[in-house]
């Protein structure tokens, strides 16, 4: 079975560090184009990070980058997303979605490229 579980979110206070990961299952991350976007109530989904697993190649959006780091483990099949200094502004639900080097590679990144999505891992950063 295909899937993307995301998982690691949770309620933290402002400053504070966490660590989702994105784990595939019934296919491996290799040569894919593997994103975190995030979406607040009332706001659309924001790309936040994505890494070409192909050749390691990675973006971070203005919002997060100095604070948040992608990287892909191989071994494990696993994306992970370290969020430094979070923020309260960092709040949302936080999407694992994996696309086509060939029509995924939009910068911004664009939610519609993507067609393989996680369910979600909630975020919320408490000031």
């Known amino acids: 079975q295909l899937q993307l579980v995301e998982s690691g979110g949770g309620l933290v206070n402002t400053g504070r560090t966490l660590t989702l990961s994105c784990r595939a299952s019934?296919?491996?991350?290799?040569?894919?184009?593997v994103a975190w976007f995030r979406e607040a109530p009332g706001k659309d989904r924001e790309g936040v990070s994505r890494?070409?697993?192909?050749?390691?190649?990675?973006y971070y959006a203005d919002s997060v980058k100095g604070r948040f780091t992608i990287s892909w483990d191989a071994a494990e099949n696993m994306i992970s997303l370290e969020m430094r200094n979070l923020r309260p502004e960092d709040t949302g639900t936080y999407y694992c979605?994996?696309?086509?080097?060939?029509?995924?590679?939009?910068?911004?990144?664009?939610?519609?490229?993507?067609?393989?999505w996680g369910r979600g891992t909630q975020v919320t950063v408490s000031s």
């Open positions: 890494i070409i697993t192909g050749d390691g190649t990675t």
């Open positions: 019934g296919f491996p991350l290799t040569n894919y184009v």
């Open positions: 979605t994996v696309g086509s080097t060939r029509t995924s590679m939009t910068l911004p990144l664009l939610p519609y490229e993507f067609g393989f």
